[in-house]
């Protein structure tokens, strides 16, 4: 069978989709990532074949001018709250942009390579217009929790007037099947035609560092921003204000940065380490807790290792993973307008040394080995 794998240009969409395509391989299916250039050399060292669609996006000037942070802004948890539906609009508007860019390209590639199927995460329209082209079946495969699902009916909207360019008729449901790597205690109700799939963490290749070959001598905490924000927003937000809160307390914190963000941060205290490219995967079964933004990928990562968490939410999906998470009790989040140095000093103390969140962690990883493999679902898969 012919697997056609495609995604934006983002890190962060792609890497959750590796480990099925890993297992699509073993099966012996030929697979092909198809995605905008930015993201081959991710894909290249993935292991998986990619094909180039369309040109890049200066996602910061697309999306970044509509990303604001500060307290007071639509970036807060209750204004966030408030504005679903405008954000999930300005969401669609700026995926079908991206879409209408690679649409030519990978319309001519998918003609011309005939897959079986299609498999897309949910933020890249162009996977389901080749399915609908080509009639064959899409299997949709989430990053986290389902943030776009809910506002399906927006998503056939706006998109008519693309699938009419391309001669189809109406937006047809886009899914046979949605592959879902969350846990289900994590998970909006409601997914359509879910199959569970164990989450396995890859966050790109790597060397494993000497130090983290010895056990750490003191508790070691994880400080990690993400990429996305960075991206949108050309800083590392929240960085500053999260390592002042940490800069007297007896524990080691290693502070988790994208290439290219260490310029972002100009001193670090002595109990703070800077590591730069180094995969959540290989430092996490070492932290007895992790502060993040709130990403799908760290938020799963921390919780297959088990990992406390302590949520710093600011746009996007990165407020519905917050809450979802405190509903297992396996973290906090603090809302915008209250992360104080003070506070978070606060909740992260609090975290390390709660036996109930924990124990609630080590419960969310035991859940999610329960579900099936990606070799499992391999086999599941139409086509």
Request: glycine share 8%; net charge negative.
């Amino acid at each position: 069978m012919r697997v056609l794998f495609t995604t934006l240009g983002w890190s962060s969409h792609y890497f959750p989709l590796v480990p099925l395509g890993w297992a699509a391989r073993a099966a012996g299916h030929e697979v092909r990532v198809l995605t905008q250039p930015a993201l081959m050399e991710q894909v290249l060292g993935s292991g998986l074949p990619g094909v180039v669609a369309g040109p890049d996006v200066d996602l910061r000037a697309m999306v970044g001018k509509d990303v604001k942070v500060g307290p007071g802004t639509l970036s807060t948890m209750t204004t966030w709250r408030d504005s679903r539906e405008l954000r999930a609009r300005q969401a669609v508007n700026w995926f079908t942009a991206i879409t209408e860019s690679m649409a030519a390209d990978a319309l001519a590639f998918a003609r011309d390579w005939r897959p079986d199927l299609v498999v897309y995460e949910p933020a890249v329209y162009v996977g389901p217009l080749i399915a609908q082209t080509l009639g064959i079946p899409a299997v949709r495969h989430l990053w986290g929790t389902d943030y776009t699902y809910p506002h399906r009916e927006l998503e056939y909207e706006l998109l008519s007037p693309l699938w009419q360019r391309h001669g189809l008729g109406p937006v047809l449901p886009f899914e046979v099947l949605t592959v879902d790597p969350c846990p289900a205690s994590m998970q909006i109700p409601a997914v359509p035609h879910r199959q569970p799939m164990r989450y396995v963490p890859y966050n790109g290749p790597a060397v494993l560092p000497d130090w983290l070959r010895r056990p750490a001598e003191r508790t070691r905490v994880c400080l990690t921003f993400g990429t996305t924000l960075a991206k949108l927003t050309g800083s590392v937000v929240g960085a500053p204000e999260v390592i002042e809160a940490v800069r007297d307390l007896d524990v080691e914190f290693v502070v988790a940065l994208a290439a290219g963000q260490r310029d972002g941060i100009s001193t670090a205290p002595p109990n703070v380490r800077l590591v730069e490219s180094l995969p959540l995967r290989l430092l996490l079964p070492s932290c007895a807790a992790i502060v993040h933004k709130g990403g799908s990928g760290t938020t799963l990562t921390a919780a297959a290792a088990g990992v406390p968490q302590l949520v710093l939410p600011t746009i996007a999906d990165q407020f519905l993973n917050a809450e979802r998470l405190a509903g297992t009790g396996a973290g906090e989040y603090l809302e915008q307008d209250v992360a104080t140095p003070e506070r978070i000093r606060a909740g992260l103390l609090a975290l390390i040394d709660s036996a109930p969140h924990r124990t609630a962690a080590d419960e969310l990883r035991q859940e999610i080995e329960r579900q099936p493999s990606p070799a499992e679902v391999v086999g599941l898969l139409p086509g």
